[in-house]
């Protein structure tokens, strides 16, 4: 069994000492179960009429999770202290879903039922389908509808979306199931609306993966089957984009679930966190560049020169957490193998990708400063190889984002002291301005 750090104990909480204005102040030091560690300044300001000033939060915890864990300088990433190679290795997205959501692995009892759960819940209410049938522009963005919709379901469904806490938590089960299933259907109906297409609905006898591939891809009276390597390795990508820790979309849905919204208006919200070409839309901007560097006449090889020259950046490479390499991405990378030889494409996007893939692993300039290809690269790798236009990108990462936020939304409502998300700021504006009545030009 691969090492586990979570399986290790607390160490005894200490105090940290900050010195202001000629007062001293001790503040618990707050030691996770891994070993990372904090100094809890709750009442910071209260005592000290202090506040931090930490833009972006990177040195700030928002709260204490069992969810997941990240050791971005060993590369290591652990979905309820399970190392993702296990899971990636062994598991599904619902069954890694179930874990992410409930905290344990399920029983063979509990996986059918949550299974069948989920499956009786892919259609939309007939009521909804107006929506892709004259309901938004046929330019609208896919990340657009899917925010949109998700937070109409609590219309469509108001026995789970009540913004009662106790309420909801109650039907907390069938909205979790609801939102699983559901997300992938207004995804594949989107791109259908998008194009032109009829709208294909779920089948019954199919799983997660393969039946949202049917539905993306499936015409009237010719149904779409997929290779079993591309509906793994789409699984696989829902899979390892589960949960993340405290990022953008994620610290959203909690800020948003803090007020005591409901589970659809919290996780419609990350949607719209998720949509920035900074967070969700980062495998979006590696095939831009790899079309890019393909449109300049380059074979790719330019475009690494100008990366180690100074001159580019290149989309996909590198991690903002992950110090010595991205786990995910060396887990993709098979998969995006089995995938161009099942397409066998002759793209030459997915040419050049491949290229730059194969440099930044032997080149020493790429190596010593960690720029190895991240989940990113690969997952925009794939998910071109199997025709998903680049504008679905984004929606695809929600999908898969979808168990973490569900997870996160209920460490939030569970907590019966839990406080509104609320931060300070260092006000730098005018002072000693004053009212003055509008005077003629």
């Not at 219309?155 to 089960?173: G, I, V």
């Not at 007020?259 to 998720?274: H, I």
Request: neutral net charge.
């Amino acid at each position: 069994m691969a090492e586990n750090p979570l399986n290790t104990k607390s160490e005894a909480d200490g105090f940290a000492t900050l010195s202001v204005e000629g007062k001293s102040y001790d503040f618990p030091v707050i030691r996770g179960v891994a070993g990372d560690k904090a100094f809890d300044i709750k009442d910071l300001r209260a005592r000290t009429g202090y506040v931090t000033l930490d833009e972006g939060f990177g040195n700030t915890a928002s709260c204490e999770s069992k969810i997941t864990y990240i050791d971005g300088e060993r590369g290591k990433l652990f979905y309820r202290g399970i190392p993702i190679e296990q899971l990636a290795e062994n598991s599904t997205f619902i069954e890694t879903a179930y874990l992410v959501i409930y905290g344990h692995l399920p029983s063979r009892r509990q996986m059918s039922d949550f299974s069948q759960r989920v499956l009786r819940n892919a259609y939309l209410h007939e009521s909804m389908m107006h929506f892709f049938d004259g309901g938004f522009p046929f330019s609208s963005h896919p990340m657009a509808i899917l925010s949109a919709l998700l937070n109409s379901l609590g219309c469509y469904y108001p026995n789970m979306a009540t913004n009662e806490r106790e309420h909801d938590l109650e039907h907390f089960d069938d909205a979790a199931a609801l939102l699983l299933s559901k997300v992938r259907t207004i995804v594949a109906m989107s791109y259908r609306m998008k194009n032109g297409l009829p709208l294909i609905y779920p089948k019954r006898d199919l799983g997660y993966s393969q039946n949202f591939l049917h539905m993306m891809f499936s015409e009237p009276y010719h149904e779409y089957y997929p290779h079993d390597d591309i509906t793994k390795a789409l699984d696989l990508i829902l899979l390892l984009h589960a949960d993340h820790e405290q990022n953008c979309s994620t610290s959203t849905v909690r800020m948003v679930a803090s007020s005591g919204a409901n589970l659809f208006a919290s996780v419609s919200a990350g949607v719209c966190a998720l949509w920035g070409p900074l967070h969700g839309g980062a495998n979006t901007q590696v095939i831009k560049m790899l079309e890019e560097i393909h449109r300049s006449g380059d074979d790719g090889t330019k475009a690494i020169e100008a990366a180690k020259s100074g001159k580019r950046r290149l989309m996909g490479f590198g991690h903002r957490i992950y110090k010595t390499y991205d786990p995910r991405s060396v887990i993709l990378k098979e998969a995006a193998k089995r995938v161009l030889r099942v397409v066998k494409s002759d793209d030459p996007i997915l040419d050049i990708a491949q290229r730059l893939a194969d440099k930044a692993r032997d080149d020493d300039y790429f190596i010593e400063r960690n720029l190895y290809p991240n989940v990113d690269f690969y997952s925009g790798i794939i998910m071109k190889a199997i025709g998903m236009p680049t504008d679905m990108f984004t929606a695809m990462f929600a999908i898969g984002r979808m168990p973490g936020w569900i997870a996160h939304w209920k460490e939030v409502a569970e907590r019966v002291k839990g406080r509104i998300t609320r931060p300070r700021q260092i006000y730098q504006g005018e002072m000693g301005a004053s009212y003055t009545p509008p005077f003629d030009d």
